[in-house]
């Protein structure tokens, strides 16, 4: 009896319970897709146990993968270096542009004296005393207006870092040329052209080309030890012109005397350049094949008999064709100044 049950157990199929996946009783295939490959699993081992083995893929997904990464090797940045021959080899200005330093007021030596000539070649007055190796309150004010002139950021800081020793390490490009004994900074200020020009004015007539430029002497200052006062000091000029539109007089410059005080007066210290040439010196045509010229002036400041200042005036004048102008054409010029 007892083999009987045992052998009925054998042949009873199983019975399906609530919730259980029928399981195929023939041989199992499997499928190259990943849909078939989880329905196989299903029938295999489960709802169940898919469900656990696909929670343990993802938590392992999310566990960094340390084992295998390639190290990351972080290596100090190679310090700057000059290309100024001026501040080349000097350790503290080295320093301060790698910004492990900074040049502050009261500081002396040669490391101030290459930053006040390098701030004076850029036009910043420094004071009288000129590159003196001595960081006083002149050089400071000076180096916040170097720092305001070319937007470096903490122009009310005095003190040299490196956003000042990389430009002025870029203005001095292969290197620094001697200063004069005594170096003049001369400011100019409300340029104006066309219409907006003050008597003389700065357009030609109808019947001419060209056109011309107007701007004031706003301040004059002179820095080293070899400058005279500047107190009632004589301002003068010299202006010469090449023959690239036409061969023609020079401008007629004007003079001014600074005041008691080194000042330049309210009333008279402005300049009027112009270049006006009648059209009939050119030919038409030949103005229309040309298109254009270009004629150079050279404009010398002397105080006190010293050079102070040299600047380029560059005319440029295009010829147009204009059915509403004279003659048909239009001869204007644009004018510059550096």
Do not use: W
Request: proline share 8%.
């Amino acid at each position: 009896m007892n083999q009987r049950l045992v052998v009925a157990r054998q042949i009873e199929p199983r019975r399906k319970t609530a919730g259980s996946p029928a399981r195929q009783t023939g041989p199992l295939k499997r499928s190259g897709s990943a849909v078939d490959r989880t329905l196989f699993l299903q029938r295999t081992v489960g709802n169940q146990a898919v469900e656990r083995l696909f929670s343990s893929s993802r938590a392992l997904d999310r566990i960094p993968k340390t084992v295998t990464a390639e190290p990351i090797i972080q290596r100090a940045p190679s310090p700057k270096s000059f290309h100024c021959p001026d501040f080349a080899g000097d350790t503290k200005l080295e320093a301060c542009l790698n910004d492990r330093d900074r040049l502050r007021p009261g500081a002396r030596g040669p490391s101030v004296e290459k930053v006040q000539k390098a701030l004076l070649h850029d036009n910043i007055f420094i004071g009288p005393e000129g590159a003196d190796g001595k960081f006083g309150d002149n050089t400071a004010r000076g180096v916040m207006a170097f720092k305001d002139k070319h937007h470096l950021g903490f122009a009310a800081f005095p003190d040299v870092g490196p956003g000042t020793m990389s430009k002025l390490d870029e203005l001095c490009g292969g290197g620094l040329p001697p200063l004069p004994a005594c170096k003049f900074i001369v400011r100019y200020g409300n340029e104006r052209q066309g219409s907006a020009c003050d008597p003389p004015g700065c357009l030609c007539n109808a019947q001419s080309c060209g056109g011309g430029i107007q701007f004031d002497f706003v301040d004059i200052k002179a820095s080293g030890a070899s400058c005279p006062s500047l107190a009632n000091q004589p301002v003068t000029e010299q202006v010469t012109s090449d023959a690239g539109c036409l061969a023609v007089p020079p401008p007629i410059t004007g003079s001014f005397t600074l005041d008691a005080k080194g000042q330049v007066p309210a009333v008279g210290a402005t300049d009027t350049y112009r270049l006006c040439f009648p059209r009939r010196m050119v030919e038409l045509d030949v103005m229309l094949v040309v298109g254009e010229c270009t004629q150079t002036m050279t404009q010398k400041v002397f105080v006190g008999g010293m050079l102070a200042d040299t600047r380029t005036i560059k005319f440029k004048v295009l010829f147009r064709g204009d059915v509403s102008a004279p003659d048909f054409l239009r001869c204007d010029a644009t004018v510059t100044r550096s």
